[in-house]
């Protein structure tokens, strides 16, 4: 059974800081991407950040320079460090992984808030 378990969310003060954490169970194939995604209220979701297995890595512009993706590739897990918090950056948050034969799968989610 494949399993994406996310870990992390809450809610913090504008200025803050929070980790996220995913780790992914139960997937046959060697995991190409991992990433971050987010979707507020009314909102489209949006790319936050991804790392291939590689190391190379994105980011949205809008999380440039606060936020920081890390990944251990021998435990599928990745990591979401997020300083600087600001209450735009409220919302959903879903790891995604992208296996080699570009299947996709998904997490739950986890919120985060940040208050002004």
């Known amino acids: 059974q494949v399993q994406l378990v996310e870990s992390g969310g809450g809610l913090v003060q504008a200025g803050g800081s929070l980790r996220l954490s995913c780790a992914a169970s139960?997937?046959?194939?060697?995991?190409?991407?991992m990433g971050w995604y987010r979707q507020a209220p009314g909102k489209q979701r949006e790319l936050v950040a991804r790392?291939?297995?590689?190391?190379?890595?994105n980011y949205a512009d809008s999380v440039k320079g606060r936020f920081t993706i890390s990944r251990d590739n021998g435990k599928n897990t990745v990591l979401l460090q997020m300083n600087g918090l600001k209450p735009e950056d409220t919302a959903v948050y879903y790891c995604?992984?992208?296996?080699?034969?570009?299947?996709?799968?998904w997490g739950q989610g986890t919120q985060v808030t940040v208050s002004s």
């Open positions: 790392i291939a297995s590689g190391g190379s890595t």
């Open positions: 139960g997937i046959a194939f060697r995991i190409l991407v």
């Open positions: 995604d992984a992208v296996t080699v034969v570009g299947r996709d799968y």
